[in-house]
Antibody, heavy 121, light 107 residues
Framework: QVQLVESGGGVVQPGRSLRLSCAASGFPFSNYGMHWVRQAPGKGLEWVAVIWYDGSNNYYADSVKGRFTISRDNSKNTLYLQMNSLRVEDTAVYYC??????????????WGQGTLVTVSS | EIVMTQSPATLSVSPGERATLSCRASQSVSSNLAWYQQKPGQAPRLLIYGASTRATGIPARFSGSGSGTEFTLTISSLQSEDFAVYYCQQCNNWPWTFGQGTKVEIK
């Protein structure tokens, strides 16, 4: 079955770095754009970044631009999020999601279980 | 950036009753609007995409409507498993943005 499994979360001090991974299975990973979405404790959902199916393009939320880098390895069916210069406000559960296109309508039809990143001194 | 505004923030409904949730976009997103359900401790689940198409496995009591800037999610007869937080999301312009959520609670 279609599955996304995140890993790499943990507790990190402000200013430090962390890399998240998302292992995909059950579908042709290289055919899909992939995204990261985060959720601060008790808050709503915030879109973070996207990478095209072939890695040729990406976009970032203004809140992470210049600090986070999204990448993928289609040979390993894995999505990454390199997070540098972490701030307390980056504390959140980070979800990887698959973007599905049906006709002209996009949506996130598959989500991982999330990995918690806590930025604290 | 397109701002998505959901109302109300909290909706108190009795089981079996109808629930109507609203989502407004700050500019037109055509029909590129999705709805998600999230329960405590779980990842969001896709309910509706393209403003009105139910995702695979979603019960018929969930329906979506609207286009442009005004959208509605209707749950025709609330079941116990439907009490959750619901988010709308526009997928028309970068960055893709979410509403702040509507919590549907038991009255």
């Amino acid at each position: 079955q279609v599955q996304l499994v995140e890993s790499g979360g943990g507790v990190v001090q402000p200013g430090r770095s962390l890399r998240l991974s998302c292992a995909a299975s059950g579908f042709p990973f290289s055919n899909y754009g992939m995204h990261w979405v985060r959720q601060a404790p008790g808050k709503g959902l915030e879109w973070v970044a996207v990478i095209w199916y072939d890695g040729s393009n990406n976009y970032y939320a203004d809140s992470v631009k210049g600090r986070f880098t999204i990448s993928r390895d289609n040979s390993k069916n894995t999505l990454y999020l390199q997070m540098n210069s972490l701030r307390v406000e980056d504390t959140a559960v980070y979800y990887c999601t698959r973007a599905s296109l049906d006709g002209s309508a996009y949506s996130f039809d598959c989500w991982g279980q999330g990995t918690l990143v806590t930025v604290s001194s | 950036e397109i701002v998505m505004t959901q109302s109300p923030a909290t909706l108190s409904v009795s089981p079996g009753e109808r629930a109507t949730l609203s989502c407004r976009a700050s500019q037109s997103v055509s029909s590129n609007l999705a709805w998600y359900q999230q329960k405590p401790g779980q990842a969001p689940r896709l309910l509706i995409y393209g403003a009105s198409t139910r995702a695979t496995g979603i019960p018929a009591r969930f329906s979506g409507s609207g286009s442009g800037t005004e959208f509605t999610l209707t749950i025709s007869s609330l079941q116990s498993e439907d009490f959750a937080v619901y988010y709308c999301q526009q997928c028309n312009n970068w960055p893709w943005t979410f509403g702040q959520g509507t919590k549907v609670e038991i009255k």
